[in-house]
Each structure stands twice: as structure tokens, then as C-alpha cells.
């Protein structure tokens, strides 16, 4: 296609999709008690963290862990 010039001689880019979040209704949020779900999870993903941590030590040492419940 000879003789056909783009405008500035440039490939114009388009901008990226805006993307939109979508928020919760304030009810719906407080009915399904989205943050104590949230601080429950953390809780809980720190204390597998621990305890995997525990069972790395130990298997570094080659120690039979001591076991105060049993």
C-alpha cells in the first residue's frame, strides 16, 4: 500500500482496559463477616507456618521432636 501515510508516521497505542472493582453491599459484607474470616485465616496460616518451621528444625537435627501432650 504504497503512498498511504499514518497519521505522525506513528502506531498509535491504545491505553489498557480500566479495570473496575466491584464492592460488596455494606450489608451483605457485614452478613458474611468477611473480616473476622480474613483475621481467621491469617491466624491460622501463621500457626501452620510455625509448625512446619518446628518440623523443618527438627528434620535438620534428625531429633525425635519431645511431645509434652503424649
Do not use: H, Y
Not at 2 to 27: I, S
Not at 47 to 69: H, M, W, Y
Amino acid at each position: 500500500m504504497e503512498g498511504v501515510a499514518t497519521a505522525g508516521g506513528q502506531d498509535q497505542q491504545q491505553p489498557p482496559p480500566v479495570r473496575v472493582v466491584e464492592r460488596l453491599n455494606p450489608a451483605v459484607q457485614q452478613q458474611l463477616n468477611l473480616e473476622s474470616v480474613k483475621t481467621r485465616a491469617i491466624s491460622l496460616f501463621k500457626a501452620i507456618s510455625r509448625i512446619l518451621e518446628d518440623f523443618n528444625a527438627i528434620g535438620a537435627t534428625n531429633a525425635v521432636p519431645k511431645c509434652s501432650r503424649w
